[in-house]
């Protein structure tokens, strides 16, 4: 898990890079990540329902939040 692919997600997703989000999409090591990223891109692509768009940004963004607040424990080497 990286967190700076959280960071470059939020930002490619505010600011509308779809070609950017799309390269993370495929480099990054998160499945779900990759995932959510692509249904996003799928909906905003190829569907007439808007509220299948907003969903799935939100869906993504709400992931992006969950994902940036884990703090990974430190382990003590010796």
């Known amino acids: 898990m990286d967190i700076p692919d959280y960071d470059k997600a939020l930002y490619f997703t505010l600011w ?5 989000l799309l390269v993370l999409m495929v ?4 499945d779900m990540l990759s995932k959510k990223i692509q249904l996003f891109l799928h909906a905003y692509n190829y569907s007439l329902d808007q509220t299948k768009i907003m969903t799935s940004h939100d869906n993504l963004l709400y ?3 969950h994902a940036m607040k884990y703090q990974p ?6």
């Open 16 to 20: 509308g890079q779809w070609d950017d």
């Open 27 to 30: 480099r990054t090591n998160d």
């Open 63 to 65: 992931y992006l939040d």
């Open 73 to 78: 424990s430190l382990a003590m080497e010796i």
